[in-house]
């Protein structure tokens, strides 16, 4: 099992060097699992009202699967995605990743695993609109402590991946949706991250850009990243190699294959 700091600092192809390697301790779960939610709840209270978005969520995301999420709006899709990413917490249960229970982490672990190990993509691109292509890509990798000359690598690196390069000076506003997009899975991936989770990724592209987002996603699951991806596409849907649906907040589906 490795540890959350070992996870925070480990690239997807050293990681599964490590699992080749390492052997589980008798409480530790199989080395295949790096994923693992138990007995999951999430409520949210506001003022008077009380949404139970995520109950008893049982599920367990191996190193290198590809899992599509898919469920009704309001079926907590979200919210599954947000506490995966470790950007909120549950009401009830327990999350580990990589055998260790994040509730156990303090903010500041907590916030390391998740800009060193977990690149997200959003539906609405999220970048950020005063900084360059180049500038918003680099962004994580500074808030990691990265030496210059590294970043400058990883970022051009990324976005000739994408096939941004020649944007690297524009601003968000300059640029297609599309074309924000590719530069928003760069920012995911410039920091090689063991998980990367997209929420809609395609949900506001046409299918031309659509479907080159998809096939870079495919590409870093060929390269042993693990994705969780949300999305209503049954086409996208199909290129995971798990279905899970969720229906009320609960899993009803979950098949491999
Ligand atoms: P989905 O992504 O499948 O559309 P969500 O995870 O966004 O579903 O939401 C699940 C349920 O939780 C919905 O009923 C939603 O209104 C509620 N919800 C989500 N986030 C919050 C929040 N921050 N405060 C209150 N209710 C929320």
New binding site residues.
Partial sequence: MQSTEALATTSPASAATSAATSSPGPTAVPEATLLELTRIA?T???DD?E????SNVELSVGKGEFVSIS????????????ILGLLDVPSEGEYRIGGENTAKLDSVRRAALRNRSIGFIFQAFNLIGDLSVEENVELPLTYRGMPAGERKRRVAEALDGVSMVHRARHMPAQLSGGQQQRVAVARAIAGDPLILLA?EPTGNLDSKNGDAVMELLEQMHAKGATICM?THNPDYARKATRVVH?FD?RVVEDRRG
């Fill in positions: 999430k949210f209270h506001t009202v949404t139970r978005a995520l469920g009704p709006s309001g079926s907590g899709k979200s919210t599954l995605l947000a929420d949300v969720l907040g």
